[in-house]
């Protein structure tokens, strides 16, 4: 009983210690120690702005087949390789994949036009048939993620006869899943957002205004509560540079190109067009049942972003009878920086791959 006064003296010192190491830190730090991407890699392809990279090989080649990453168009791809211990690209190398990327950059006022037929039958067709040439092959393989992996379904139904096979990860299917208090917000949010009046205001959208509301979603865990959560890392450098990372990356955020947003929040997240199979590219219609190839998708069970029966929905529209689904305990982000996650998931993709090579 003696000591309880003290606690919260020792408490203070305890902090003030913490916050005078992360100064100390900070003073240390620059830009170059909060970087994106150490794996290698090269451009290979350009269209327009969009950007093919190759990472480079770290080991034997153990698949023919080249792996094409899809990432979503709403914020910057290098999440899939963060850091070099928590690094998607970098795990699948080590199990002996070329991985491919594709890097959509920063749709500026040339770019207002563009509609999601110029993303899914232009840019990624032509990245597609990049990789078939170089290869000498007939199929490649497509990983589609998030928003990206939607685009990915959308080729795939159109494009099956170049797709040998298709790994979807924390990607919406069903847009109409029920809101509940940890998920699902960003679907009824959309319901009621005038997208014409915005686009015709604006053009592009900004990327501050979507991050900001991405944020708002989750408004105190994903904004004070992560910094008052900061000072458990401020005397830890190597978890300080991990921080300012992720913080780095959240408000990274490219404008949006406004024909596609204004496409994309009607046909998919208004309407639910893509499970009615009524989503028209160029002069076609997007129909699931098309995807014929086998499909391995992966959840996040506590996503905040893609509720999970919206993933899972994919199984009752998809026409594959070689489909697997797999899912890990973690959230949205958690798919990208959890070690655990990391330590599975590409090993995951992997063995499924092999299996069907």
Known sequence: MADEPM??????ADLQGKMLAGVQHLRKLNEDDVQFGPTPKEAVFRNDHVVLYRYLPKTEKRLKTPLLIVYALV??????????????????????????????GYPGPAERWL??????NDYVDSCVEYLRDHYQVPKINVLGICQGGALSLCYTALHQDKVKNLTTMVVPVDYAVEATQTTGLLNAWTQGLDVDEMVDA??????????????????????????????????????????LRMEKWIFDSPDQAGEAFRQ??????QQNKLIKGEVVLG????NLQNITGPVLNIYAEQDHLVPPASSVALKRYVGTSDYTVKSFKTGHIGMYVSGKVQRDLPVTIAGWLRERE
Do not use: C, H
């Not at 606690?7 to 203070?12: K, L, M, S």
């Not at 865990?221 to 000072?231: A, H, I, R, S, V």
């Open 7 to 12: 606690t919260p003296i020792r408490e203070a």
């Open 75 to 104: 914020n910057r791809p290098y999440m899939v390789d963060l850091q070099e211990d928590r690094s998607l690209v970098r795990a699948l190398l080590d199990e002996g994949i070329d991985v491919y990327l594709i890097d959509w």
């Open 115 to 120: 509609t999601l037929d110029d993303y899914v």
């Open 202 to 243: 604006l053009g592009n959208v900004p990327g501050d205004l979507m991050n900001f509301g991405y944020l708002m979603l989750r408004p105190f865990q994903l904004n004070l509560g992560k910094y008052l959560g900061l000072t458990d890392v401020f005397d830890d450098e190597m978890k300080l540079i991990n921080f």
């Open 264 to 269: 994309f929040i009607k046909d998919f997240y």
């Open 283 to 286: 002069d076609e219609k997007v």
